[in-house]
């Protein structure tokens, strides 16, 4: 609706400046009628462009279509300057070659006084839109016709000046008329410049000034990026495409990795409205724990361990860990994917320079990755009453475990000739999580020597407080 609008003001203009440069025989009227038709021009192509450029992306323009507005200015760009060199050429024939008789009137100055007051309004409505939807071709339009209120006003004074020199006899104020003509190409020439500029970077796809700077900046300071490697800003219209590579920490869960990109999308959004691409690099974060790195190693090799420990063995790291492998492996296939993870952790930095790389020893463990749920057998009444055995036994325990508090919800089942037993105890919540595993460790020991038919005790612990 801005641009339309801006077109129909553009038509009255055009229609009011070439009446009165044949009324007249002003050049610095006909500059203004010319000036003024460009600005129709403009104002079509700025309408067209801005219809355009506010598509959608499709399969043949994938970053959308807003460069449209961009080019559409550079061709404003390009009809300003052709103007100019018109105007500059005109004038320095009536300067030097040709005179022309002029015929100042009120009536003409009064025109051109609502020109200018047209100009004012719609330079001011399209700056307003413009700011609002950040378009490039309405800024460009703005920009035109507020240059217009300015020629205007300085052709309104060439006229001026004329009728001066006419009405008190002085010859020598006949030349204002071309020198206001030269005056409005120097304006729409520094005002062409400035905006070819503009549209000539946006189309070459120069980063607006100090914006790759901030968003690094930015980016940077978020929780989880460990640095940020390279950013890369577009322009196209009224958008920005923004390319973001950051380091991340290479133990963070996928989960983790993502919930980061998330946050790093938001603050480039949050300092410009963009279209934002984050590439993450896995790195090793400054002081990254020897555990953090063993566990990456294995998740890049598809591989499961838990229960990794490390101690200091006669002067050598020793470092043990449980491996689960594919429970359908034979013993050659899983020690042989065993032996690659231990040659791997070996590498590591911190195993190297712990202790002679030769003699650094990985111990690993080897159990079968459980992925059969077996089904439960039968003689329930037999297990319930060992459930109730065992809750009793363990809740006679807290004079010997000050850190256990009570026993319950036991569950015994028979699974595949196997007596597993389960329960939850609840303990001192402000008690160290390595304590309360000790002591549920000693306590699953504790119930197999009272009940040697179970295989299996698992114990949940349980801050008291929630129990």
């Given at each position: 609706m801005?641009?339309l609008?801006?077109?129909?003001?553009?038509i009255i203009?055009?229609?009011?400046k070439?009446?009165?440069?044949?009324a007249t025989?002003s050049?610095?009227i006909?500059?203004e009628?010319?000036h003024?038709?460009?600005?129709?021009?403009?104002?079509?192509l700025t309408w067209?462009?801005?219809?355009?450029?506010?598509?959608?992306a499709d399969?043949?323009?994938?970053y959308?279509?807003?460069?449209?507005e961009?080019?559409?200015?550079?061709?404003?760009?390009?009809l300003?300057l052709?103007?100019?060199?018109y105007?500059?050429?005109?004038?320095?024939?009536?300067?030097?070659f040709?005179q022309?008789?002029?015929?100042?009137?009120?009536?003409?100055?009064?025109i051109?006084?609502?020109?200018?007051g047209?100009?004012?309004v719609r330079s001011r409505?399209?700056s307003?839109?413009a700011?609002?939807y950040p378009?490039e071709?309405?800024?460009?339009?703005?920009?035109?016709?507020?240059t217009?209120?300015w020629?205007?006003?300085?052709?309104?004074?060439g006229?001026g000046?004329?009728?001066a020199?006419?009405?008190w006899g002085?010859?020598?104020?006949q030349n204002?008329?071309?020198i206001?003509?030269?005056?409005v190409?120097?304006i729409?020439i520094?005002?062409g410049?400035?905006?070819g500029k503009?549209?000539?970077e946006a189309?070459?796809?120069?980063?607006?000034?100090?914006?790759?700077?901030?968003?690094?900046?930015e980016?940077?300071g978020l929780?989880?990026?460990?640095?940020?490697e390279?950013v890369?800003?577009?322009?196209?219209?009224?958008?920005?495409?923004?390319d973001?590579?950051?380091?991340?920490?290479?133990?963070?869960?996928?989960?983790?990795?993502h919930?980061?990109?998330?946050?790093?999308?938001?603050?480039?959004?949050?300092?410009?409205p963009?279209d934002?691409m984050?590439?993450m690099?896995?790195?090793a974060?400054?002081?990254?724990h020897l555990f953090?790195a063993?566990?990456?190693?294995?998740?890049?090799?598809?591989?499961a361990?838990h229960e990794?420990s490390?101690?200091?063995?006669?002067?050598?790291?020793?470092?043990?860990m449980?491996?689960?492998?594919?429970?359908?492996?034979?013993l050659?296939?899983?020690h042989?994917?065993?032996?690659?993870?231990?040659?791997?952790?070996?590498k590591l930095?911190?195993?190297a320079a712990?202790?002679?790389?030769?003699h650094?020893?990985?111990?690993i463990?080897?159990?079968p990755?459980?992925?059969?749920?077996?089904a439960?057998d039968?003689q329930?009444g037999?297990?319930i009453?060992?459930?109730?055995a065992?809750?009793?036994y363990?809740?006679?325990?807290?004079?010997?475990?000050?850190?256990?508090?009570?026993?319950?919800?036991?569950?015994?089942?028979?699974?595949e000739?196997?007596?597993?037993v389960?329960?939850?105890?609840?303990?001192?919540?402000?008690l160290?999580?390595?304590?309360?595993?000790?002591?549920?460790?000693?306590l699953?020991?504790?119930?197999?020597?009272?009940f040697?038919?179970?295989?299996?005790v698992t114990?949940?612990?349980e801050?008291?407080?929630?129990?």
């Amino acid at each position: 609706m801005a641009a339309l609008g801006s077109i129909g003001s553009a038509i009255i203009l055009v229609s009011l400046k070439v009446f009165l440069a044949a009324a007249t025989g002003s050049l610095g009227i006909l500059s203004e009628a010319l000036h003024s038709g460009l600005d129709l021009i403009a104002a079509i192509l700025t309408w067209l462009s801005v219809r355009v450029s506010d598509k959608p992306a499709d399969s043949g323009h994938t970053y959308g279509h807003g460069k449209f507005e961009n080019f559409s200015a550079f061709v404003e760009t390009g009809l300003l300057l052709a103007t100019s060199v018109y105007i500059i050429v005109e004038a320095f024939v009536r300067l030097l070659f040709k005179q022309v008789h002029l015929q100042p009137s009120a009536l003409a100055m009064v025109i051109l006084g609502i020109a200018m007051g047209i100009d004012v309004v719609r330079s001011r409505a399209l700056s307003r839109v413009a700011r609002e939807y950040p378009s490039e071709a309405l800024e460009a339009d703005a920009l035109h016709f507020s240059t217009d209120v300015w020629s205007t006003f300085v052709v309104i004074l060439g006229m001026g000046t004329v009728w001066a020199g006419q009405h008190w006899g002085v010859a020598w104020l006949q030349n204002a008329d071309p020198i206001a003509a030269l005056v409005v190409a120097a304006i729409v020439i520094w005002v062409g410049s400035r905006l070819g500029k503009r549209t000539l970077e946006a189309l070459l796809d120069v980063a607006p000034p100090g914006l790759q700077e901030r968003v690094t900046k930015e980016v940077q300071g978020l929780e989880g990026v460990i640095s940020t490697e390279r950013v890369r800003v577009r322009r196209a219209g009224n958008k920005h495409f923004v390319d973001v590579t950051i380091s991340v920490p290479r133990s963070a869960s996928f989960e983790q990795v993502h919930a980061i990109s998330d946050a790093v999308e938001q603050r480039v959004g949050e300092i410009v409205p963009a279209d934002v691409m984050v590439h993450m690099e896995p790195r090793a974060a400054v002081g990254e724990h020897l555990f953090d790195a063993i566990r990456v190693i294995a998740a890049r090799l598809g591989l499961a361990v838990h229960e990794i420990s490390a101690d200091q063995l006669d002067g050598r790291l020793f470092i043990e860990m449980h491996l689960e492998v594919d429970e359908s492996l034979s013993l050659r296939e899983a020690h042989r994917r065993a032996t690659e993870l231990e040659e791997e952790i070996r590498k590591l930095p911190g195993v190297a320079a712990s202790s002679d790389r030769a003699h650094a020893k990985v111990n690993i463990h080897i159990e079968p990755l459980g992925t059969h749920i077996a089904a439960v057998d039968g003689q329930r009444g037999e297990m319930i009453g060992l459930g109730r055995a065992i809750e009793k036994y363990i809740n006679t325990l807290p004079h010997e475990f000050h850190e256990l508090v009570d026993c319950h919800e036991v569950h015994v089942r028979q699974v595949e000739h196997k007596i597993l037993v389960s329960c939850h105890c609840a303990m001192d919540g402000s008690l160290p999580i390595t304590q309360i595993h000790d002591v549920t460790g000693a306590l699953e020991d504790r119930v197999k020597e009272k009940f040697p038919q179970i295989a299996r005790v698992t114990i949940h612990p349980e801050p008291v407080e929630e129990r």
